[in-house]
T-cell receptor, first 115, second 111 residues
Framework: NAGVMQNPRHLVRRRGQEARLRCSPM?????VYWYRQLPEEGLKFMVY????????ESGMPKERFSAEFPKEGPSILRIQQVVRGDSAAYFC?????????????FGSGTQLSVL | TQLLEQSPQFLSIQEGENLTVYCNSS?????LQWYRQEPGEGPVLLVTVVTGGEVKKLKRLTFQFGDARKDSSLHITAAQPGDTGLYLCAGATSNDYKLSFGAGTTVTVRA
């Protein structure tokens, strides 16, 4: 029973390029969350998705950031025209239906470095 | 500003000593979780507490949820080097599904 899978683990981009981060939730989980973590800060909520639906994107910057969770395939967090301030660890988490508040399983994260 | 304040920010102790980490808020939570995170990895859920005054034990770890469900503590007895890590508390309110995280406490246990 594989856990939450994120790839790539490390991603290096130059300013202005696009970054695509992928997340496959645990089997049977239909809820996906994306969080961003900066050094010595807690995880900041970005977006909450269910299959084919964005439920809450209140934590996501209005520009350059988008997320999707298609019917088939992984959830994608896309950052266009990256800037140095986007450098951070991005974590995906999934939860079972009906337990979204109580039990989150996190992936190992993608460390994005913008040069 | 953080919804959840954790203290201390850093804690370094000798193997065998006890330690307590605190998580405080002015908000009431329907549930509160504690996670442990190691460098380069994602947080791993340790425990969820949902009832005010609840105490849960996980081997040498004791978790307490405040009576008013606004605060929590994590106590580790006879700490071991394997307990080293970043400890994060996270809370959910009854009308919200997303967790709010504290900034974490970095615990270092020296052998």
């Amino acid at each position: 029973n594989a856990g939450v899978m994120q790839n790539p683990r490390h991603l290096v981009r130059r300013r202005g390029q696009e970054a695509r981060l992928r997340c496959s939730p645990m089997k049977g989980h239909s809820h996906v969350y994306w969080y961003r973590q900066l050094p010595e800060e807690g995880l900041k909520f970005m977006v909450y998705l269910q299959k084919e639906n964005i439920i809450d994107e209140s934590g996501m910057p209005k520009e350059r950031f988008s997320a999707e969770f298609p019917k088939e395939g992984p959830s994608i967090l896309r950052i266009q025209q990256v800037v140095r301030g986007d450098s951070a660890a991005y974590f995906c988490a999934s939860s079972p239906p009906n337990r979204a508040n109580e039990k989150l399983f996190f992936g190992s994260g993608t460390q994005l470095s913008v040069l | 500003t953080q919804l959840l304040e954790q203290s201390p920010q850093f804690l370094s102790i000798q193997e065998g000593e006890n330690l307590t980490v605190y998580c405080n808020s002015s908000s009431v939570f329907s549930s509160l979780q504690w996670y442990r995170q190691e460098p380069g990895e994602g947080p791993v859920l340790l425990v969820t507490v949902v009832t005010g005054g609840e105490v849960k034990k996980l081997k040498r770890l004791t978790f307490q949820f405040g009576d008013a469900r606004k605060d929590s503590s994590l106590h580790i007895t006879a700490a071991q080097p394997g307990d080293t890590g970043l400890y994060l508390c996270a809370g959910a309110t009854s009308n919200d599904y997303k967790l709010s995280f504290g900034a974490g406490t970095t615990v270092t246990v020296r052998a």
